[in-house]
Structure formats: C-alpha cells, structure tokens
C-alpha cells in the first residue's frame, strides 16, 4: 500500500475540517477532533522517519513524498517536516482555547483548512501555485476576521483587497525572474522583476506603507482568531519567499538588497513600537505589535549572510506562544471586563491578577524580555542590526522600546487603584479552568528562555533549501 | 478572430467605465456577466476553447453568486449619485484608458513580446479600471465586482503566458472564493442593517 506525505498532510486535515464543517455547533466535539488532529499531525511530522516504510501485520506501508495533481505536484520533503510540524502544532493550541466565548464557530475547521492549504502551499510544485494556494487561505480567513452579525468594516475590506492585489503580483513576479535568469545582472528587467516581487510580498505581508489595514482588523476580529491568523499565515509567507532566493542567484546577489530589507525591517520596527507606545486600545496596539514583529523577521531575513535565517525561523515559536497568550488572555478580560480601552482597564489586575499577569507576560514575551522565549533569538538580531550600522540599531531599539513602554503603561493601568470597583486587597477571582493555561504558558515561555537549543530543530528547515544553507 | 478580439476589447472598455461610473446593483452585475464574455474572447486567443469556457462559467457563477444575493438583501432604492461625481469618475475613467492605450504597446514591446497587443490591452484596461474603481468605492458588493475584474485582467495576461490545468482549477477557486467573499460581506451588511433598523 503506498500513501504519500501530501496525503497525510494536506488531504486528510481537508477532510478533518470538512467532517467538523458539518457540525458547526458540536463545540466539545469539534475542539477534540481538530485539536487532537492537528496535535497528531504536528507529532507525526515531528517523528517522521527519513525512509518511511512501515510493517502493519502483513501489510507494507510505503509513504511517498510527491502527489500528482491535474499534471503538477505537491511534495513535501522530509526536510520541510519540522516547519510542518510546528504550524499543526501551533493550530492544535490555538483550537484548544477556541471554546472561548466569541470565537467564531467556524474557526475550528477553518483555521485546519487553512494550515492545509498552506501545508500544501510549501509543496506545490511549481512552486509559484503556492501564491494562489495561500490566497484561497486567506479568502478562507474573511468569514474568521470579519464578526459574524455585525456590517463588513473598512479594515477587512482593505485585508481582502490588499492581499488580493498581491496575487498577480506574485504571479507576474514569478514568470518575470524565470525570464531574467539567463540576462546578464545588470539587465533593468533583474530590477524590475524584484521590485515587481517586492511589492506582492509587500501588499501579503502588510509591510510599511501597506500595513494600514492591520489595527483595523485586530480592533474588531476576535483576539484569539487574530492572533493565530497573523501568525500562521505571514510565518508561511516567509518561508515560502525563501523559495525566491533558493532558486535565483541574481535575487541574493542583487545589490542592495540586504540594505532595502534591512531598512524596511528596522523602519517597521521603529513605526510598529511607536504606535503600539501611543495606542489606548489593547487590540489595536497589537496590530502594531504585529508590525514590530513583521519587522523584526524582515530585519533576520537581511541578515541571511550572517545567519540571519536561522533566527528567523527561531523568532517562530517564540512569537507564536507569545500571540496565544495574547489572544487567550486578551479574549478572558474582555470576557470579563466589556472594553478594552487602557482607561478602562484601570483597576483590573486587582480583581483579576493572573489574566493581567498573562497579558503583561505575553506583551513583555514580544517585546524580546530576558528570560523569556524570544529574548535568546531577539538580542543577537539586534546585535547584528548595530554591527551594521548604529543608527539601524538606533532605529530598531527605539522601536523595541516603544513595546515595553505599552507594556509599563498597561501594568501602571492594570494595578491603578479603582475607587468604582472597590476591593482594596488583590483577590483571584479567575477560575481554574481560565488560569490554569496562563501559568502552563508562562512556564513554557520561561523554560524556552532558559533553554532556546530545545527549538533549534526547527532551523531544520532550511535544508529545504540548499543555496541558502 | 481580429474583429471578435476588438470588440472583446471593445467591450471590456465599455463595461468596465460602466462600472466605474455607476453604482447600481443590477447594472454592475449585467456589466460584470458581459466582461467575463469578452475576457473569454481574449483567453481563446491563448487556449483551446475547452478550456478557455471554465473562466466563462466561474465568472458567471460569480457574478451570479452576488447578484442573487444582493437581489435577496436588496429592499432601498440605489443611493443617486450627483452628475459632479459621475462626472468625475467618467473623466478618471477617460484618463485610465488613455494611459492604457499610451503604456500598453511599450510593455507589450519591453515585457510581452510575444503577446498580442489586444490582449496586453484589454487585460491591462480591466486592471486599471479596477484599480480605479477600488479607489473611489468603499461598499463591499462594488469592492468585490472590482476585485474579480482585477483578477479577470490579470488572467487574461497570465493565460497567454501559462497553460496549466492546475492553476486554471486554482484560480477558478480564488474567484469562487472571492464572490463567496462578497456573498458574506452582502449578507452581513443587510443583517446589520436589519438590527439597526428593528433597534429603537
């Protein structure tokens, strides 16, 4: 009997999301299926032998790594297993929590669906197809974004629009370098084409002018949908662009390209942590948080002849526990608190010290805090930023900053005594079930502080890619 | 086939302006129904018809797809629009076509040489407009008639360039998907309103 990687990672999960597709209103029913799914797949990957050949009884199991589809293919490797394996395992978490009031009901399948397709996305061949795979995802990821009941705000039309407009510009971008290959590399048209690409990723990524739409979003979709999607789908993004400079030398040798993506970073990093210092709505802030991260990923992949890929893939886990506990804890207080505009927030880690605790953490997590999980990654980025140039590292630790003075103004808010709510003396009032993810969290994110080589597996990745190991 | 690939173009243009121009519901879905005949034109010029009719039928699905349901959601009159801003947007329009007709022979010279010009033309014509049309309209049913146009332009350029059943299949489910989109966003406005109007 032969299956094929494809088969178990993108076929089956499809079906998975199909099955709880059906049962929209099955809650229990629908976090166990996906969950235990995508937290399967994620260990499968995660322990996939090299020669997989399997022995059930008299039955030989032969798994390939190749799918022919209508005369193209999808085959993931088995080098590409570890990244694979960490986005199912990042949804299996996020479909965990997805029993919070507020979370759409069709995020469990949807957000299985999507990691499919962008399973799928890092495999297709040719791989250009990917940039039309990870649109479906994103076309998937409206009815998630946009609150049920409630008129289509701005935000996500400008999210479907922007990221529309990307696709052809992938495409055109695309058929354009497979063109310029044999010009010599000084041709206007080697320019042309990475300006052409430039642009797509700009528009999928939300990066600097075409980020507007980012706080809009995350003002008004739910917290823990927000998170998953903006982590999820840009992380991809980024793998999958690594394909563009595997394959074309031009485009790693092209002049100045590590200073424009150098500049882009260290500009999104700056602008992110200054509005996300300056807002007074904890989901917007995040929005801007986002950018500062985009950045910061932005700013390793400039960095790839000094090892810069390698941290990119490691700001991943990091970042992607840092965005749960956001989203859990952001989607509990306003559970329990009704807004989340920082002035009326005043007051709240008095009555609820572990959920503001948690956000503080998650928020101080981002922000790159020693001892937390993207600190070990975060401080050699920026270190490499200011061996640079010391106005790039300026730039970028001014922007860092701007994250932990919205942290500091949250806990001055937080812990600000509030006559109209009353208690005086910090009581718990979080149940078990609501605080007990926080500390497992917390716990994890200190231990992948103190011991960053427990992810380094992942870096695995990039041997996908030869030219750039 | 010359003349059937200048009117497509022809057409393209026509439908296009109109759709940039007013903002009725019943017109801009009879407009989006025709640009997807004359896209079709343009794509046999590249494709077998076999397999040219598949964007013919989805975009027609999703022209359908809309116009149905905002045939259902539909219960005010179409806001009127002043005879300054229609004004406007047919001058935008005149000046999106002028650019076409000045650029398209240049790209077609520097980046398609082995395109015909109709099809650099129409292509880049709906893709203009579009463009034009997503900047001047913030209602989700004239954003996603912009959006498919968009796609529908650039399909025309990219099906000249690539023949692969994978990727015809692919971008099949991104229009879908797209009027889908649209479909969501329509039912979504209407409920809104709804509650709005049944709240005190």
Do not use: C
Not at chain 2, 12 to 33: D, G, H, K
Request: hydrophobic share 55%; glycine share 8%; proline share 6%.
């Amino acid at each position: 009997m032969t299956l094929s990687t494809p088969i178990l990672w993108v076929a089956l999960p499809l079906i998975i999301a199909a099955v709880t597709l059906i049962f929209p209103n099955r809650m229990l029913f629908g976090i166990i299926l996906t969950s235990a799914s995508a937290l399967g797949l994620a260990l499968l990957a995660a322990f996939f032998p090299e020669d997989p050949t399997f022995l059930l009884g008299s039955l030989v199991i032969t798994v390939e790594e190749s799918l022919a589809i209508l005369g193209r293919s999808i085959t993931l490797t088995y080098s590409i297993l570890p990244f694979i394996s960490f986005i199912y395992a990042i949804t299996g978490l996020w479909t965990l929590i997805s029993g919070i009031p507020g979370t759409p009901k069709l995020f469990r399948p949807i957000s299985l669906a999507i990691t499919a397709l962008l399973t799928a996305a890092l495999g297709v061949e040719p791989f250009l197809y990917a940039a039309v795979l990870i649109h479906i995802a994103v076309l998937a990821s409206i009815p998630l974004l946009s609150p049920e009941g409630k008129k289509p705000r701005p935000g996500i039309l400008r999210y479907l629009i922007l990221q529309t407009l990307a696709l052809p510009l992938i495409l055109l971008a695309g058929w354009l370098l497979s063109g310029v290959e044999a010009l010599p590399s000084d041709s206007p048209l080697v320019v042309q084409s990475a300006i052409i690409l430039g642009l797509g990723f700009g528009l999928w990524l939300g990066i600097f002018p075409f980020h507007s739409w980012l706080p809009m979003v995350s003002q008004h979709a739910h917290p823990v949908v927000f998170s998953h999607l903006m982590f999820l789908i840009p992380s991809t993004i980024f793998v999958f662009s690594l394909n563009f400079f595997d394959r074309y030398t031009f485009l790693r040798t092209l002049q100045n390209l590590e200073a424009t993506l150098s500049l882009f970073g260290a500009l999104m990093i700056f602008l992110g942590g200054i509005w996300t210092a300056t807002q007074n709505n904890l989901k917007r802030a995040f929005g801007y948080t986002i950018l500062t991260e985009t950045g910061f990923t932005l700013l390793a992949l400039s960095l790839f002849s000094q090892g810069g890929l390698n941290w990119m893939l490691l700001l991943f886990p990091g970042r992607a526990l840092g965005f749960w506990l956001w989203g859990y804890t952001i989607s509990l207080i306003e559970k329990h608190n009704g807004s989340l505009e920082i002035e009326a927030v005043q007051g709240f880690a008095w009555r609820y010290p572990i959920l503001s605790s948690g956000l503080l953490l998650a928020q101080l997590t981002i922000a790159g805090l020693p001892l937390l999980a993207l600190f070990p990654i975060k401080l050699p980025i920026l270190t490499a930023a200011f061996r640079n140039g010391t106005t790039l590292g300026i730039w970028v630790f001014i922007g860092n900053l701007g994250l932990f003075l919205f942290t500091f103004r949250l806990l001055a808010a937080f812990i600000k005594p509030n006559n109209a709510l009353k208690p005086e003396t910090f009581s718990i009032s979080e149940k078990t079930h609501e605080y007990l993810p926080i500390l497992i969290m917390i716990l994890v994110l200190v231990i992948l502080g103190l011991f960053p080589n427990l992810i380094e597996k992942l870096t695995g990745t990039l041997t996908t890619f030869p030219q750039l190991q | 086939m010359q003349i059937l690939s200048t009117l497509a173009f022809v057409f393209i243009t026509i439908t296009s302006m109109v759709n940039l121009i007013l903002r009725e519901w019943r017109i801009n879905a009879v407009a989006l129904a025709l640009q997807y005949l004359a896209a079709f034109i343009l794509v046999t010029l590249s494709w077998p018809v076999g397999m040219a009719v598949i964007k013919l039928i989805v975009g027609w699905m999703a022209s359908a797809a809309i116009a149905l349901t905002s045939l259902r959601q539909s219960q005010k009159d179409p806001t009127t629009d002043s005879v300054a801003s229609l004004l406007f947007r047919g001058l935008v329009g005149l000046l999106v076509i002028m650019i076409i007709f000045i650029l398209a022979p240049r790209l077609q010279e520097s980046i398609f040489p082995n395109l015909d010009l109709v099809i650099v033309q129409g292509g880049l014509m709906l893709m203009g407009m579009s463009l034009m049309q997503l900047g001047t309209r913030a209602d989700p049913y004239l954003n996603i008639i912009s959006l498919l146009s968009l796609l529908t332009g650039f399909e025309i350029i990219h099906a000249a360039l690539e023949r692969s059943t994978l990727l015809t299949g692919m971008l099949a489910v991104v229009n879908l998907g797209l009027a889908l989109a649209g479909v969501y966003f329509i039912s979504q406005s209407s409920a809104a309103e709804g509650s709005e109007e049944k709240a005190p």
